[in-house]
Structures are given as C-alpha cells and as structure tokens.
C-alpha cells in the first residue's frame, strides 16, 4: 500500500492528548459504512441496523483514498487526506496515570506505577541500516555460547537503575501502561490486546527489548529465542527458563507443575487436559492448524477486529493467534497460587516473566508464517491500521514514536527466524463422525429459541445458514454473540456435527471448529462498575463444512462446550454470513 510511505505529518515532539476527541470531517460518513460487500448490504437490510463488527471484514480491502475519490469533492478542501484517518497516535507520555489489575472486580490498582520516566522529547524513530539479517533462534536449540550471553544481557538490564528505561522492569511496565488502563483513549483504557494492533504493538516492543540487550553486550548479532510450541520439539516450557533461581532467566511466579518436560496444552483452560501426551501434541497441532489456516482465510480474522481513534472498544475482537494458543499459554505459565495469576495469567505482570518474550516471538513468527500460507493471507490494507502509533525508549534512552507501516515486514526490521518444522501446515483434521447427526437429535432447539444461553454446560442447537453458496473467495463464517465478564477467565470449543455426548478431549478431527478464551483484562472507564464485555467471535467454517460433507446443509447442528469460567458468559445470537475478505 502506497499510504505507508506517505510522510508523517505530526511531529512527535507535540505530545498530542489522545482524550481530544477528533473533530475531523470524516464523522459524516464512516467510508467502510459506504464500501460493504454485497452480503453484508443484505444483511444490514433484514435486519434494519448496522453490525460494525462485520462491517470490518470488508474494510481490509479499503484504501481510504479511493473512498475519498469516489466521495468526489466532499472532502476536496483538507490539504492532507490523512486527516480524515482515525488512526490512532502516538500516547501522551504526560497523561499516563494509575494501572489496573486486570481480573479484579473492584479495579484494584497495580501496586507500583506502570508509567515510564519521561525523559525528554519524543523523536520520530529511523530504522538504523543493517548489512546482515539476525537470526532468532528456537529456544530449545540454542547453545551453551548464546545462553550465556543471553543471561548476561538480561542481568545487566536487571541491574540497571530502576529508573532507567531500560532497566528490566521498566521495559516490563511498558507492556502493563499499554494494557492496563494506564493510557486514556478518548477518556476510555487504552487497550492493544483484543484488537487489530496486537500482532504490531508486541513486534514493536521485542524490537526495542531485543535492542537493549543488544547494547548491554555490545553484540549487534544477538536476538531473542523464540518458544517453539507449534512443534512437537518445542511443546513444553524451554529448559533455559527452567533453570533454578541462580539464572536471571528464571521466575518464581509460574506454575510449578508445568516445569520439567511437561507437556504444554496450547489450548489450556485452567485445568489439565484428560488426553494422553500424544493426543495433547495432536490436539496442539490440530489448534495451531485451525488458527493459522482454517479460521484465519482473511486479515482481520487473522490480526484482530479494528481499533481506531474513537476507541470503540465494544465492537473489538481478538485474532485467531491471539486468542489460542496466545492467551492460554499465559495461563498455562502463570502461577495459579497467585491472586493474580502472575507473572505471565495477567497482562500487569506477565512481562515480568523473561519467557514472556520468548512466547512472543514465537507469536511474532506466527504473523511472518501466516502470510506465507497463501489466500488472502496479507497485512491489513487499512490507513488507520498502518498509521498508528506507538511510543518507545530505544537502546539510547531516546523516546522513539514508531508506526505500524513500519514494523509489517520483519526482514525490513533487520531479523529473521532460524527454520524449524511446522507439521500443523499438513495436520488437516480428519472426519469421525460418518453420519450427520441432524436426523436423529429432533430434540435439539433451533438457533431461534436456544438464546441467550449461560453456557454453563454444553449447549446444542442448529444453526439456519443464511446462504449455502458463495464463490471460491468468499468465506462462510459462523459468528457467535458473545456478552462475558471480561475479568474472568474464560474458554468455550466449539464443535460441529457433535451432540451432547460430544468428545472433547481430542480435537484432531475436523468437527472440532475452534475455541475462544479470554484472559482477564480491563477496557472500561473507571467509572463503569460493570465488566461485562460484547463481542462477535467468527469461525470460519467453509473448509470445516466441505470436509464434513454438510456443504449443501441448510441447518448445522453447532454443540458449545464450556472448559472454563462458562457461567461467566452468555451466547446471545448464532447465525452465519458469507464475506468476502
Ligand atoms: Cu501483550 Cu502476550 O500479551
């Protein structure tokens, strides 16, 4: 996209308030209001008001100029057209204020302030000229020579002055300010999870983390492992951070009984899975090929439902990565002792724990993996995702602003991933099931009456598909409505073609449809005593349907089976949509 070279405009050395409330034009038509795929218009029609959370699967393909062509002079008057975008800027350093704990009812506040130091003005950031990519290795392969340096690096980080921004610590209340209610938004918690700027706030961060340590052993060459838990080698917790408490690497706040070789589950929902280790490993390799393939054909299903500058936070989403295995494997570290869930079960304190940046790395990789795949498999198109900013102190102490455009390509970063495996790309899910269930489960209540449902135990019922046809580059998605109590910690799988006596302890086959989890986090104001969060959560399910053979069904029988916290959250609606990416 031609947008991301287009120059900024807005000088990083004017803290722009991010609680102004835009005063642009643009309020006077939402251009991916105007550009709906034709599916959508219908639906908008039958149901006489607007849904923005689907709304946005079509605005991947926007490119907001060609809207303010095709709205003729309306805007003809504004010199830059960027200033329509609703992007979001750069935080004020200056507003940042008190951090919330994520999961606690009463928004009790972190006991320390998550703010970083403000030292001096904010410069636009160059990326600096590199002859040679760095290479990030698996975690699991690394030598003797690159543990020292990496224990080394992060030792001097720990012992650097606590007001250092640099210092360990700091760089770890980076991530508690930007998730944690720290920075406003439009007077709302600023929030990147749960939205479109996860995949780039945290490529950004382990950037500038991964920079540091670099100064602090002078070694330009040096990166950070990446935790390999989509292959089978890397599946349990890498022994360099399950040393004992000598190593700067280590962590007491973890689950003790995740240590030692034991098999992760990248689907963990706060209890352990009844499947063997080998069915644990299949089931992983099942998850991560649903989230990577299956239920990620589009960008935003993909990377996260927008988020812009209005932060309207109600119509956000997570992406498929984000969601699982990257939430459960929080929690799968996280020490469950703990009130909180620290380090790694709550966003206050997870990067407290050094292996949150090896599992986001791996995260990162996933992002770099994704576009490989093929399809529709490409960065978000949208200016307003591109645009945003973000604030960070680099290697010199210099608070830097950064972009999205800018960090989309990893190479273009000066780092790149050693090779290893990814048996998911070939783990398509085989059929169990042999006969359709819909014939004999007369019982089973229509999508029509079933809602809203507390899914506090597994719920049947079939869902009328809106179209059974769509062309080769549309996708069918199931979304499910979802209100839930956004402290707590919640996981639902969903199945397809399975009835009460459903098998949810192996998910390698194809009636398994994908799961939602949500780790506790807060995007309310303060003021707001309810936690209770909406969103859509869309599976994308026409590979699913085909291999079921129930692509010309028109009911599908759709079982949800509760693993956590089920009572915590409501399924008010189940219907399905074709949309083009
Ligand atoms: Cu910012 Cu893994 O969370």
């Not at 494997?329 to 079960?345: K, L, N, S, Y």
């Amino acid at each position: 996209m031609a947008t991301s070279t287009h120059p900024i405009i807005i000088s990083c050395t004017n803290n722009i308030s991010l609680s102004t409330k835009s005063s642009s034009p643009r309020n006077v038509s939402r251009p991916s209001q105007i550009f709906l795929n034709p599916s959508r218009a219908i639906k908008i029609r039958s149901e006489g008001r607007e849904n923005p959370d689907t709304d946005s699967l079509s605005s991947a393909k926007l490119d907001r100029r060609n809207v303010l062509l095709g709205l003729g002079g309306l805007y003809a008057a504004t010199s830059n057209p960027l200033a329509l975008a609703d992007y979001i800027k750069a935080p004020d350093i200056n507003s940042c204020g008190t951090a919330i704990i994520s999961n606690t009812q009463n928004k009790e506040p972190v006991p320390y302030s998550c703010c970083p130091p403000t030292l001096g003005p904010c410069v636009p950031y160059k990326i600096p000229t590199f002859s040679k990519l760095n290479v990030r290795p698996a975690a699991h392969a690394v030598d003797d020579d690159y543990l020292n340096k990496y224990k080394t690096a992060i030792q001097r980080m720990k012992d650097l002055p606590a007001d250092d921004p640099r210092n360990f610590y700091q760089q770890a209340n980076v991530h508690c300010a930007y998730c944690n209610e720290a920075y406003k938004l439009n007077d709302k918690p600023y929030q990147i999870h749960y939205t479109w700027l996860f995949f780039p706030f945290h490529r950004w961060y382990l950037y500038f983390y991964e920079r540091i340590l670099q100064s602090l052993i002078d070694d330009p060459t040096f990166t950070l492992p990446y935790w390999n838990w989509d292959n089978p080698q890397g599946m349990i917790l890498p022994e360099i951070f399950d040393d004992d408490e000598s190593s700067p690497l280590y962590d007491k706040s973890r689950n003790q009984d995740h240590r030692k070789g034991y098999v992760m589950d990248l689907a963990y929902a706060g209890e352990e899975t009844k499947a063997s280790e080998f069915q644990t490993v299949k089931n992983n390799l099942a998850v991560m090929y649903r989230q990577m393939l299956t239920n990620a054909p589009c960008p935003l299903l993909f990377f996260g439902k927008p988020l812009r500058n209005d932060n309207d936070f109600e119509h956000s989403g997570m992406g498929t990565i984000e969601n699982v295995p990257h939430n459960s494997i929080h929690r799968w570290v996280g020490d469950p002792t703990e009130a909180h869930h620290e380090d790694m079960g709550n966003f206050y304190s997870a990067a407290k724990d050094p292996v949150f940046y090896c599992h986001h790395s791996n995260v990162d990789r996933m992002w770099t993996l994704w576009k490989t795949l093929g399809g529709n498999r490409k960065d978000i198109a949208d200016p307003d995702w591109l645009q945003t900013e973000f604030l960070f102190y680099d290697e010199t102490k210099t608070l830097v602003k950064v972009k999205v455009a800018d960090c989309v390509d990893n190479e273009k970063l000066g780092y790149t991933f050693q090779k290893m495996p990814t048996p998911w790309e070939n783990f398509k899910p085989t059929r169990k099931r042999k006969t359709k269930l819909r014939s004999t489960t007369a019982s089973v209540p229509p999508s029509t009456t079933a809602f809203p449902v507390n899914l506090c135990n597994i719920t049947t019922l079939y869902v009328t598909r809106a179209s059974t046809s769509k062309t080769a580059s549309q996708e069918e998605l199931l979304d499910l409505d979802l209100e839930y109590d956004d402290t707590q910690f919640i996981r639902f799988d969903v199945f397809v073609n399975e009835d009460y006596d459903v098998n949810t302890v192996e998910l390698d086959r194809v009636e398994y449809a994908g799961s939602f989890s949500n780790l506790a986090h807060v995007h309310k104001p303060h003021i707001t005593t309810s936690s209770t969060t909406k969103t859509t959560f869309s599976l994308a399910i026409s590979e699913l349907l085909q291999d079921s053979g129930l692509q010309d069904d028109d009911k599908i029988l759709v079982c949800l089976v509760p693993r956590a916290g089920g009572c915590y959250l409501n399924v008010n609606k189940a219907s399905t949509q074709i949309v083009d990416c």
